[in-house]
């Protein structure tokens, strides 16, 4: 158990707790529905210079 995040961490040089981190980061977004597009944006101009 762990044996993979231990040789991850090692190949990238981190600790192993923090790729377990990113890990856990990366299948809650996975896991997570999608949001909403973004609306879109009116009225835009450009700036002078």
């Known amino acids: 158990e762990g044996v ?3 040789q ?3 190949l990238l040089g ?9 890990y856990h980061r ?3 977004v996975v ?8 609306g879109a ?3 835009v101009q450009a700036a002078r210079s």
């Open 14 to 22: 981190l600790p192993a707790e923090r790729v377990r981190a990113v």
């Open 26 to 28: 990366a299948m809650a």
């Open 31 to 38: 896991l997570s529905p999608p949001r909403r597009p973004a």
């Open 4 to 6: 993979a995040e231990e």
């Open 8 to 10: 991850t961490a090692a």
């Open 41 to 43: 944006v009116r009225d």
